[in-house]
Nanobody, 117 residues
Framework: VQLQAFGGGLVQAGGLLTLSCAAS????????FGWYRQAPGKERELVAR???????NYADSVEGRSTISRYNAKNTMSLQINSLKPEDTAVYYC????????????WGQGTQVTVSS
């Protein structure tokens, strides 16, 4: 299984960030698709997650200015965050999780996002 993340880079505060992720090697229609981020010196945290049925959950820090989407037919997901803030600076990781038995987690390689003020 491979997850490949695209997007990121240097973006201005107040701008729009769009990330995408493509998964291959299996079928994931029943799994959770999600985005996490890790800022320097901090633990990795959940940004947004979407269930197989399309129900999203967002971290409080991005609630109201983010949209996570999934496209089961293409095994892809995307994340948009608008009104970017310097504190959104982090390495962003896409993730696929199965809350099944046994559970499993797949991670993308991470993509750096730097928000300049």
């Amino acid at each position: 299984v491979q997850l490949q993340a695209f997007g990121g880079g240097l973006v201005q505060a107040g701008g729009l960030l769009t990330l995408s992720c493509a998964a291959s090697g299996s079928t994931f229609s029943g799994d959770y698709f999600g985005w996490y981020r890790q800022a320097p010196g901090k633990e990795r945290e959940l940004v947004a997650r979407i269930s197989s049925g399309g129900r999203p959950n967002y971290a409080d820090s991005v609630e109201g200015r983010s949209t996570i989407s999934r496209y089961n037919a293409k095994n892809t997901m995307s994340l948009q965050i608008n009104s970017l803030k310097p504190e959104d600076t982090a390495v962003y990781y896409c993730n696929i999780t199965c809350l099944c038995s046994p559970t499993y987690n797949y991670w993308g390689q991470g993509t750096q996002v730097t928000v300049s003020s």
